[in-house]
């Protein structure tokens, strides 16, 4: 199973913005997956937030943050980045991406049951 990396998470201020990206470990490629993030606030369950094809041209966003958060694919530095802005402290938790079998809310639930999980990045939204 490819083991992917999350990276860029920080203290940003309510109403900011945050970019996050998801590599593949060494050794392992993206190209052929489609991928989720997900996001876990302390004290609570983790939970989807957005998907992506494998080809970047389906994407998927959860109401919480539609409109706000932007996936994409560079395929230049291989990664799944996801773009963050008019943050809240309400989107304060660790962010997590993962391979999810087809971008769409139902596979991107299915995948909350892996117990297959990087370390995640931290995001922290407050003044």
């Known amino acids: 199973q490819v083991q992917l990396v999350e990276s860029g998470g920080g203290l940003v201020q309510p109403g900011g913005s945050l970019r996050l990206s998801c590599a593949a470990a060494?050794?392992?490629?993206?190209?052929?997956?489609?991928i989720g993030w997900f996001r876990q606030a302390p004290g609570k369950e983790r939970g989807e937030i957005s998907c992506i094809s494998n080809s970047g041209d389906r994407t998927y966003y959860t109401d919480s943050v539609n409109g706000r958060f932007t996936i994409s694919r560079d395929k230049d530095r291989k990664t799944v980045d996801l773009q963050m802005s008019s943050l809240k402290s309400e989107d304060t938790a660790t962010y997590y991406c993962?391979?999810?079998?087809?971008?769409?809310?139902?596979?991107?639930?299915?995948?909350?049951?892996?117990?297959?999980w990087g370390r995640g990045t931290q995001v922290t939204v407050s003044w």
């Open positions: 993962n391979t999810v079998p087809m971008c769409n809310a139902i596979q991107l639930r299915r995948i909350l049951r892996s117990d297959s």
């Open positions: 060494s050794g392992f490629t993206l190209d052929y997956y489609d």
